[in-house]
């Protein structure tokens, strides 16, 4: 329970911040990675350096970069890496199926929940097991 407490607490503590800054304005590495919830599990240590190797392998992600070697990013930026993660952890492609979509910009992903399994996920036995769980919670009620 104490856990749980406290880690509402920290999320308030998060919201309050972001939510603080402007949308124009730009937000450090740690905001994004925090922003992108990638912790470590174990640690709870925010996971920096996921944001550093997409950079590397997605052309796209151009943040400002000052003379301290700071990373900033803007709100666009942000998006693209929100799409990212959703393509790379929640759908489960690999970095060269999310680099195909990025640089086409073929599925937008608005479109991309209306197209057919076979085409929009390549990963057919997660999203198989995800509408499965869906049922079983259907029939539970």
Same mark, same amino acid.
């Given at each position: 329970m104490l856990y749980y407490l406290s880690h509402l607490k920290s999320l308030r503590i998060i919201l309050i911040t972001m939510s603080n800054k402007l949308d124009k304005a730009y937000k450090t590495i740690g905001e994004v990675a925090n922003l992108l919830n990638l912790k470590n599990i174990s640690s709870g240590k925010l996971n920096t350096y996921i944001l550093? %190797?997409?950079?590397k392998e997605f052309k796209q992600i151009k943040p400002l970069?000052?003379?301290?070697?700071?990373? %900033? %990013?803007?709100?666009?930026? !942000?998006?693209?890496? !929100?799409?990212?993660? %959703?393509l790379l952890k929640d759908e489960g492609m690999t970095i @060269?199926?999310? @680099?195909?979509?990025?640089?086409? $910009?073929?599925?937008? &992903?608005?479109?991309?929940?209306?197209?057919? !399994?076979?085409?929009? $996920?390549?990963?057919?036995?997660?999203?198989?097991?995800?509408?499965?769980?869906?049922?079983?919670?259907?029939?539970? &009620?």
């Open positions: 550093r %190797y997409w950079e970069i000052l003379n301290n070697r700071r990373r %900033y %990013y803007d709100k666009k930026t !942000i998006n693209l890496l !929100i799409k990212i993660k %959703y @060269k199926g999310v @680099k195909n979509i990025l640089d086409n $910009n073929r599925i937008d &992903l608005d479109d991309h929940s209306k197209l057919p !399994i076979s085409i929009s $996920n390549k990963n057919l036995k997660t999203r198989l097991n995800k509408i499965s769980s869906i049922l079983k919670e259907i029939k539970k &009620l």
